[in-house]
């Protein structure tokens, strides 16, 4: 985890990064300078959380930066349908490395659908954090909340900050 | 003031909870309420449990960790903790210490669990320095190749705990009780449990051990000695409890292959 980091760190100091001339190889995604993919698109929170809304659902799951930090996920614990989620409250937890992970909701709403692949194959979280590794589908109560989330660029910040800090 | 007390202002504060053969469910549980109720860093040691005790982390299957039809017979009382992790046998001369601390006043450390493990690795290395071979290889406590300590983790939003079971000694008997793992560091091959783990017993004193974990984390927290009669202080309000007691027609259901989950 050192080394990840200290490599985290050193890539941003040398400005290490896919260049923006090879974006169009990979349209949905800007690469940030530290190793994590960010989706454009997505809003994302504090907590590592990322928010796809469109229209009246929306779909939370964990961010590139966070399934990195965590490691091979080996069990999701995820709330049933019709369960409420409550904006940075807890909804579920991750588990990797021995360690139990809460999972924050970036939102407040009813849940609808609940990635229920996720059971057998807890590993689509690290291989496809933002796409085939999606947690829960929301119906938002106050579709304000998204306002206060970050965007691809703040989040991008937010975790080389992180990252430099330690 | 002395130099002593000058540089404990400086240092987070640490609150230290001595406990003596407290039941491993009851000391979960304090755990657990004091993660997620209290805000205060803390430093649990439990000088052994009452009885031999099976204990699961919160993704564990009995079916697949356990030979549950001895443990039925033999009344083994199985429990599911609220962290992550393996599974673990404990009794009375297993040691147990447990570190639960604001992310805040650890800021070397990120919440995730390698840095985590880093931060405990390097404490318990001032632990045993000395002692030969101890290392943290692949997230277990070993002397060597052979493992004398489980350890797990829960993070929530600003705080985490890191515990750990060490086997000071076991009943080669109770190994019987757990399956192997499909899942295991590279570093045990094929080894069962006897040939995998080892007693720490034969490498350092109890009380010894005890005092010098205690020294340890001294060096980067203020100590402060809190009885167990006064933890209401500290920890109030409800909180969500997921440390329980596994019944009997669970393990049943466990062992006919009717379970949907435990």
Not at chain 1, 78 to 93: C, D, Q, Y
Not at chain 2, 50 to 63: A, D, E, R, Y
Request: with cysteine; charged share 25%; glycine share 6%.
């Amino acid at each position: 985890m050192a080394l990840r980091m200290w490599a985290s760190s050193t890539a941003n100091a040398l400005k290490l990064s896919s260049s923006a001339s090879k974006s169009h190889l990979l349209p949905a995604f800007s690469i940030s300078r530290c190793f994590s993919s960010v989706l454009e698109g997505l809003k994302y929170a504090n907590s590592h959380e990322w928010v796809k809304h469109e229209g009246s659902v929306a779909t939370i799951g964990i961010s590139d930066h966070a399934q990195d930090h965590l490691g091979e996920v080996v069990f999701v614990e995820l709330p049933e349908e019709k369960n409420s989620v409550s904006k940075e409250k807890n909804f579920g937890a991750v588990e990797s490395v021995k360690a139990t992970s809460e999972i924050i909701s970036p939102i407040s709403g009813e849940v609808i659908e609940v990635n229920t692949k996720l059971a057998d194959s807890p590993g689509l979280i690290n291989s496809s954090p933002y796409e085939e590794g999606w947690m829960i589908k929301v119906k938002p109560s106050n579709p304000a909340e998204l306002e206060s989330l970050m965007g691809p660029k703040e989040y991008t910040k937010f975790c080389e900050e992180e990252d430099a800090a330690h | 003031m002395s130099i002593s007390r000058a540089k404990d202002m400086r240092l987070p504060l640490m609150n230290l909870v001595r406990l003596k053969g407290t039941p491993i469910l009851e000391q979960l549980h304090l755990e657990e309420r004091l993660l997620r109720a209290s805000t205060d860093n803390w430093c649990i040691v439990n000088d052994g449990t009452n009885v031999p005790t099976i204990v699961m982390g919160l993704s564990g299957k009995p079916s697949q960790l356990l030979e549950v039809g001895p443990v039925i017979k033999d009344r083994i009382p199985v429990i599911k903790r609220f962290t992550g992790g393996g599974t673990v046998i404990v009794d009375k001369s297993t040691l147990f210490v447990s570190l639960i601390c604001n992310k805040g006043d650890v800021p070397s450390v990120q919440p995730y669990p390698r840095s985590v493990m880093a931060w405990s690795g390097s404490l318990y290395g001032e632990v045993f320095e000395g002692v030969d071979g101890f290392q943290l290889r692949e997230n277990d406590y070993v002397f060597g190749d052979r493992k004398f300590g489980g350890n797990a983790q829960s993070i929530i939003r600003n705080r985490w705990i890191h515990h750990t079971s060490f086997l000071w000694d076991y009943n080669v008997r109770n190994m019987a009780y757990l399956k192997l793992p499909s899942k295991v560091p590279q570093y045990r091959l094929e080894r069962d449990h006897t040939e995998f783990v080892c007693r720490m017993k034969d490498y350092i004193e109890r009380s010894d051990f005890v005092e010098k974990t205690v020294k340890a984390v001294g060096n980067q927290f203020a100590m402060k000695e809190v009885n167990l009669e006064d933890i209401d202080s500290y920890a109030k309000g409800e909180h969500v409890k997921s440390t329980r007691l596994l019944t009997v027609e669970e393990l049943q259901e466990a062992m006919s292959g009717t379970a949907q989950s435990a």
